[in-house]
């Protein structure tokens, strides 16, 4: 049975489910675009790459405002600060190639998998939250095949919109979730 314990917990999963349907059509829409470019580095390709992380905390701004009062604001501190360490990141390490953005990119997985995961345990209560627990755990060894990825003969980036449709997905899930969670109050 899925639960939201108090009107606190009650607005922020309204928050939070209309915040994962756009973070799923965000996501949907990126990896097209990520497709479109046929996973390559020039300004599309690098501008794509940046903005992923930015959107993140863009949505983990929104997503803790409404938070505080569940206590699980700290831990999207945190991702906000990583994303944007990641976007910084990915903008340098752009001009050297796919491998480079690949390594940064995982290692922004691993660490914002890690994170979602926590917030996620931390709000499992509320309801809809399974979706969030997996995609954090899927995350932490996606961002590790990236990394090794990064090796490879031929690195593309045509992992990573894939990495963003599961993601997307996974937000949807957890959305719908959460709107069933509402309805059985």
Avoid at 56 to 64: E, G, L, P, Q, T
Avoid at 147 to 171: E, R
Wanted: net charge positive; proline share 4%; no cysteine.
């Amino acid at each position: 049975m899925t639960t939201v314990d108090s009107p606190a917990a009650g607005g922020i999963a309204s928050v939070l489910r209309r915040l994962y349907f756009v973070r799923f059509a965000f996501a949907i829409i990126w990896a097209a675009l990520l497709f479109l470019t046929k996973a390559q580095l020039g300004p599309l390709g690098i501008t794509l790459v940046i903005i992923y992380p930015l959107f993140d905390v863009a949505a983990a701004i929104v997503d803790s405002r409404s938070s505080r009062a569940t206590g699980s604001a700290r831990g999207l501190y945190v991702n906000i600060a990583i994303s944007l360490l990641a976007a910084i990141g990915l903008a340098i390490t752009s001009a050297s190639g796919v491998p480079g953005v690949l390594r940064v990119w995982g290692a922004w997985a691993i660490v914002a998998g890690l994170v979602q995961l926590i917030v996620a345990v931390s709000r499992r209560k509320m309801g809809g939250q399974w979706p969030m627990i997996l995609s954090g755990g899927i995350s932490v060894l996606a961002g590790g095949s990236f990394i090794f990825g990064a090796a490879a003969p031929n690195p593309a980036l045509t992992n990573v919109a894939g990495y963003a449709v599961l993601g997307g997905i996974f937000f949807l899930v957890s959305a719908i979730r959460l709107g069933r969670a509402g309805k059985g109050n």
